[in-house]
C-alpha cells in the first residue's frame, strides 16, 4: 500500500453518498455497477432456464423411444441437475450477493463503522491513515488497474497494520484524492467547503433505476431528468440506443428488485431520511441534493423505446426458439 499525500476536495467523481446530515455519513465504496452486474446474473439465469427446457424437451423425446434406462438420459438429468443447483447460486447471488458494504462516518462520536456480511467493525476516525492499494486484473481479454482507498489504523512503532477498511474503490482521483478529501471535511465539520454530490438511494422507481443505469450515461440522464433540454437528434439517439439495451434494462430492473439492501440499514438508525430532514439553509443542504425525477416527456420516451425494444428482442428470441426447439 502506499500512503495518500495528495488530498483534495472538488466536484466530480463517483456518487457515493446513501445519506448525510450535519452529524452523520452514510456512504458505500463502490455502487456504480450493482444493478447491472446483477442484471447480467438474470441473463444468466434466463439462459439456465432456456437450456432446462431445452435438456426436459430431449429427455422426452429419449424416453418417448423406449430408452428410459439408456447411459443419454442418465447423462441429461445429471446436467439437469447441474444446471438447477447453477440456478439456485446464481439467485442467492442476485439475492445476496455483492451488497453494499456501507461506511457510517460519525462527527460527533469521531468514529468510522463499516457494516458488512461479518458485522460491524468500528474504529476512531482519527487514528485512520489513508492509503491506496493498487489492484492489477489480468484475465484473457487483457487487463486492468483498479484502485482502493484503505483506511488503516498503524502502529506507529512496528509499522504493523492493526486493522483495515476499504473505503473506496475506482480510480486514483475519484476513489482516492476526491473520496478521503470529502470524508476529511465532513469530519472536521467545514461543510460549507464540500463539493456539490449527489445523494443515492438504492430503492428508486423503475424510471429512474434506468436513468442512473451505468448502461444510460450522462447525456441521455441529464435530458431524461430535465437537467438539460432535448433536441430531436438526441431523442432518435436515445430511441435507438434504448431499444439496443433493452435486455439488458429490463434484467437490471428485475436484479434489483430480487436484491437485498445495503449492509446496516437497521444499525445505522433513521436510514434514509437524514438528509430530508436538514434545513434548507445548512451547508449539507444547500450542496447536496438527490437526482431529479425523470419528466413526463422522459418516461414517455423510456416507455416508448422499451416497448419497441421488447416487441425487436421478443421477435428475435421467437425466431431463436422456433429454430432450437424444432
Request: hydrophobic content about 50%; proline content about 4%; overall charge positive.
Amino acid at each position: 500500500m502506499y500512503p495518500l499525500l495528495l488530498q483534495r476536495v472538488e466536484d466530480g467523481g463517483p456518487d457515493f453518498v446513501l445519506d448525510i446530515d450535519g452529524e452523520v455519513l452514510i456512504a458505500a465504496p463502490d455502487i456504480t455497477s450493482v444493478s447491472a452486474g446483477k442484471g447480467i446474473a438474470v441473463i444468466l439465469l434466463l439462459s439456465l432456464f432456456l437450456i432446462d427446457a431445452a435438456i426436459l424437451r430431449l429427455i422426452m423425446k429419449v424416453v418417448a423411444d423406449g430408452r428410459i434406462m439408456s447411459a443419454l438420459v442418465v447423462g441429461m438429468l445429471l446436467v439437469l441437475l447441474l444446471s438447477v443447483a447453477v440456478g439456485i447460486n446464481v439467485f442467492n447471488a442476485i439475492r445476496k450477493g455483492n451488497r453494499l458494504e456501507s461506511l457510517m462516518l460519525n462527527r460527533r462520536e469521531g468514529t468510522f463503522t463499516q457494516f458488512s456480511q461479518a458485522g460491524a467493525k468500528t474504529c476512531d476516525w482519527r487514528i485512520l491513515k489513508p492509503f491506496i492499494r493498487i489492484i492489477q486484473i489480468v484475465h484473457s481479454a487483457g487487463g486492468a488497474v483498479t484502485y482502493q482507498l484503505v483506511l488503516a489504523d498503524v502502529d506507529e512503532g512496528t509499522g504493523v497494520i492493526r486493522s483495515e477498511f476499504i473505503a473506496a474503490k475506482g480510480d486514483l482521483i475519484g476513489a482516492g484524492v476526491q473520496r478521503y478529501g470529502f470524508f476529511r471535511k465532513f469530519m472536521e465539520g467545514a461543510h460549507d467547503e464540500l463539493p456539490r454530490f449527489q445523494i443515492i438511494s438504492q430503492r428508486m422507481d423503475w424510471s429512474k433505476q434506468l436513468a442512473v443505469s451505468l448502461w444510460t450515461g450522462n447525456v441521455l440522464r441529464q435530458r431524461w431528468m430535465g437537467d438539460k433540454p432535448w433536441t430531436p437528434w438526441l431523442m432518435v439517439c436515445s430511441t435507438i440506443w434504448v431499444v439496443l439495451i433493452t435486455p439488458l434494462q429490463i434484467t437490471e430492473l428485475i436484479g434489483a428488485w430480487i436484491s437485498k439492501g445495503p449492509f446496516g440499514l437497521k444499525e445505522t438508525g433513521p436510514w434514509p431520511g437524514r438528509f430530508e430532514k436538514e434545513k434548507s439553509s445548512s451547508p449539507i443542504k444547500q450542496k447536496g441534493r438527490r437526482y431529479s425525477e425523470v419528466t413526463l416527456l422522459g418516461k414517455r420516451l423510456l416507455l416508448a423505446s422499451m416497448g419497441l425494444g421488447v416487441a425487436l428482442w421478443g421477435m428475435l428470441l421467437g425466431m431463436l426458439l422456433m429454430v432450437a426447439f424444432r
